[in-house]
């Protein structure tokens, strides 16, 4: 297996998500099976796109795919307009074929959260583990709704979220009041253990985040950080996301000698 960290500053967002679901439509084509993580956010509606229109023009098949979404609010009802259940709905699932059976949430409701959310890690793990996890990241370096200082070896738990992923997430709700401060996430260790992770970020609020978890050191004050010790991550930018970094014309010219070296990975 390759272990390899690449850093794909893409020519637009429309690339990026070009790329990404490509990548997500080979690995379903040689593994019809597939057991896929899913993110929610603005990030990676442009995939979801792409993977409806492959359902509906194409005729590809999500009959036999599991999905695993990465974090969902406490408080919330599963049919509120703002919960990551109606998003998924609203932008993936009422598009393609994937069965309501094989599509999964980390738990938000019931008397024993901890308990639930040690049977979602069990069923990710049934399940055979998570072969393709898509991610973002948030301004302040999350990824999931694990927040700065989040444990690096953190499991599916509840996670009280930040003032500034509240601030980001504020214009959903008309009434401030309604806006969930609780959510329950995916860890970090948890996303570690999927087999291959892409992560998307655009926008010129992302860069200090973004440049920080590429070329920072490894801190649980920046969980995306956490990727560099994935075997299997690619970071697929747009120009603004990537302003920050320092090594950008080395990146660039890394993925034109992937691309010569190895034409079918690249
Ligand atoms: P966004 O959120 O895709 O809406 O920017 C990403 C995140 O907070 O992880």
Do not use: W
């Not at 932008?91 to 094989?102: A, E, K, M, S, T």
């Not at 998570?130 to 999350?142: A, K, R, T, Y």
């Not at 570690?192 to 609020?205: I, P």
């Not at 920080?212 to 950080?225: K, W």
């Amino acid at each position: 297996m390759l272990s390899r960290m690449r850093i794909l500053e893409c020519a637009s967002r429309d690339e990026a998500a070009d790329l990404v679901a490509a990548e997500v439509l080979a690995a379903l084509r040689s593994k019809p099976d597939l057991v896929l993580g899913f993110a929610t956010g603005s990030t990676p509606v442009g995939v979801y796109e792409r993977l409806v229109r492959a359902h509906r023009e194409d005729g590809v098949s999500f009959g036999r795919v599991t999905t695993f979404n990465l974090d969902e609010y406490v408080g919330l009802s599963p049919d509120h307009p703002c919960s990551y259940r109606i998003f998924m709905r609203r932008h993936l699932f009422d598009g393609i074929d994937v069965p309501p059976q094989n599509i999964h949430f980390p738990p938000v409701e019931g008397a024993d959260l901890a308990s639930a959310c040690r049977e979602f890690e069990a069923r990710i793990r049934a399940c055979g583990g998570i072969d393709l996890q898509l991610l973002g990241i948030g301004s302040n370096g999350h990824i999931g709704f694990n927040e700065p200082t989040s444990s690096l070896a953190s499991r599916t738990r509840v996670m009280t979220l930040t003032d500034k992923t509240l601030a980001d997430n504020a214009r959903f709700y008309a009434d401030p009041g309604e806006q969930p401060r609780l959510a329950t996430t995916m860890g970090i260790g948890t996303i570690l253990e999927a087999r291959r992770v892409l992560l998307q970020s655009f926008g010129f609020k992302k860069a200090l985040a973004v440049r920080t978890a590429i070329e920072g050191s490894v801190s649980s004050f920046c969980p995306a950080s956490a990727l560099q010790m994935h075997p299997d991550v690619t970071f697929y930018l747009d120009s603004e996301s990537a302003s920050l970094l320092t090594m950008r014309d080395y990146y660039r010219r890394a993925r034109e000698d992937e691309a010569r070296l190895a034409p079918e990975d690249a």
